[in-house]
């Protein structure tokens, strides 16, 4: 049995300099322009490059052969028949998430309004309220820095993968691009293009075209769920929480420990998923439920001090009862004493005042105390072991690295392609979802067309194309209003 101090065990800090936090964006958004006048410079008189205030264009038009390459081989015959119902499956796959992403947006502004309300009519806000279903990321507020670092280059991929799609799809129907390109918006987020002509015949092929690139989005993601499915021909439930990589810790904690309970909750019967939800509780300092109290022997409680109370100890923790504060030894406290509700008939029923949590061992208790955020970035948990063979064939230590930054990737390509299947098919204009919607509606008038605001009469609008801008105006609303809320709603005192 063993006592040791969460805050102790978080990663070392390097003192920096004061103005480096300032200077990231802008090193990040000169890297970037370097990087995009470098691939000009590769390709004279194919490409540009320009810089405008918080924005850099690169466009090219050396990559326009590349769609037309890729689906040579698969042009003739059964081959190119079997491609064109591939895409077939992506109008419909595009059209649910049409309607996935406008259910989003219309339940994020219900949420909105039931949250919001309480607060108009000066009542308590609803207790224990469901999370948003739209809620944007903003680094530094509600995503780490560490993990903002990270989106960029998976967002830029699949993003580029996206655009592919469109390239790949009007390629099977002989258009070739005009030119491919990528904006990077200061100080690192990029937003790539293809930019296609007006060549495409009949609604299958326009449809084909605008759904390919979240098609190719929902590809990927099927990818990731197959070869996430197929991990568990290497790994098996370990039951528990079994520590992958104690840190610091590892003196009290070692690795291939197994964590049974956390505090009064029992994880080796939980599911695999409610387990890591435990454990994610614990370190990011979540307020656990209300646990019954130790039931402290008169002889102790009176015999101790209530110093540590008022000043912090390494070693004593403290304990309120009803109407007193004392100063134990928690490990002592745990082991030797009862459980109690409010009264104790032997003693005092007190309970820890300091964040304390209890890890059971299979046959050890480690007490370990707060803040426990630290914790989340030097010790890592897992739910699985190896198999056999596996477990005498790969070094364990490496099985587990590869698992835990395997399933940061999957997570993060899972939350980027969904994100962007679902954005995209928004019927926004400028957004894949309204040349969806148009060419799901059969209109023969592009959107874009000019026409004079002042004078409707100067181009007549039939009905269909009247409705779409009625929905692309009622979705630009929506969807303001759901963004905006959840950044309001977020900021708001709890």
């Given amino acids: ?266 994880v080796s019967a939980m599911p695999p998923t409610e387990r890591l939800h435990a454990w994610t509780r614990l370190v990011h300092d979540t307020p656990w439920p209300a646990e019954p109290g130790w039931c402290i022997p008169p002889a102790t409680w009176t015999q101790a001090s209530d110093a540590c109370c008022h000043e912090p100890s390494d070693s004593l923790a403290c304990f309120s009862s009803a109407s007193e504060q004392r100063c134990m030894l928690p490990l002592d406290i745990f082991v030797h004493s009862t459980r109690c509700h409010d009264t104790c008939s032997q003693g005092f029923c007190a309970a820890p005042r300091d964040p304390l949590a209890r890890l059971y061992l299979d046959d050890d208790l480690v007490v370990l105390r707060g803040p426990f955020r630290g914790l989340s970035q030097t010790m890592r948990v897992s739910t699985k072991q190896l198999r056999f063979p596996w477990i005498y064939l790969v070094p364990e230590v490496w099985a587990d690295t590869l698992a835990h930054y395997g399933a940061y990737l999957y997570q993060l390509v899972f939350m980027v392609n969904v994100a962007l299947l679902l954005i995209n098919m928004l019927p926004i204009p400028a957004l894949d979802g309204s040349a969806y919607l148009q060419h799901a509606m059969g209109l023969p008038v592009p959107f874009h067309e000019a026409y004079d605001l002042e004078d409707p009469a100067a181009m007549p609008r039939p009905t269909g194309q009247r409705l779409l801008l009625v929905i692309q105006g009622t979705t630009c609303i929506l969807t303001g209003l759901a963004l905006v809320g959840s950044i309001w709603v977020s900021a708001l005192p709890t």
Avoid at 27 to 46: E, S
Avoid at 174 to 199: D, N, R, W
Wanted: proline share 8%; charged share 15%.
């Fill in 1 to 266: 049995m063993r006592e040791s101090r969460g805050s102790g065990h978080r990663p070392k800090s390097v003192r920096v300099g004061r103005f480096t936090p300032v200077m990231l964006p802008w090193l990040a958004w000169a890297a970037c322009v370097w990087a995009l006048g470098y691939a000009a410079r590769r390709t004279v008189r194919r490409s540009q490059v320009q810089v405008a205030p918080g924005v850099v264009h690169y466009d090219t038009v050396a990559l326009n052969e590349w769609p037309a390459a890729i689906v040579r081989p698969c042009m003739y015959g059964r081959a190119y028949r079997a491609v064109l119902a591939l895409y077939d499956v992506g109008i419909v796959v595009a059209g649910l998430a049409m309607v996935a992403s406008l259910s989003v947006v219309l339940v994020t502004c219900c949420q909105l309004f039931l949250r919001v309300s309480p607060r108009l009519a000066k009542r308590d806000a609803i207790p224990d309220a469901a999370p948003l279903w739209l809620t944007p990321l903003v680094p530094g507020v509600n995503l780490p820095l560490r993990h903002a670092a990270a989106l960029v280059p998976v967002g830029l991929v699949s993003q580029m993968l996206h655009e592919a799609g469109h390239a790949v799809a009007a390629a099977l129907h002989h258009v070739e691009p005009l030119s491919m390109g990528l904006y990077v918006f200061f100080p690192a987020i990029p937003v790539a293009y293809v930019q296609l002509p007006e060549q495409l015949r009949g609604q299958r092929a326009r449809l084909q075209v605008v759904s390919a690139g979240v098609w190719h989005n929902a590809m990927l993601v099927l990818c990731f769920v197959l070869a996430s499915s197929l991990a568990s021909v290497f790994w098996t439930d370990a039951q528990s929480l079994r520590v992958s990589a104690p840190g610091p810790l590892r003196a009290d904690v070692p690795r291939n420990s197994r964590i049974t309970a956390l505090n009064d909750v029992p």
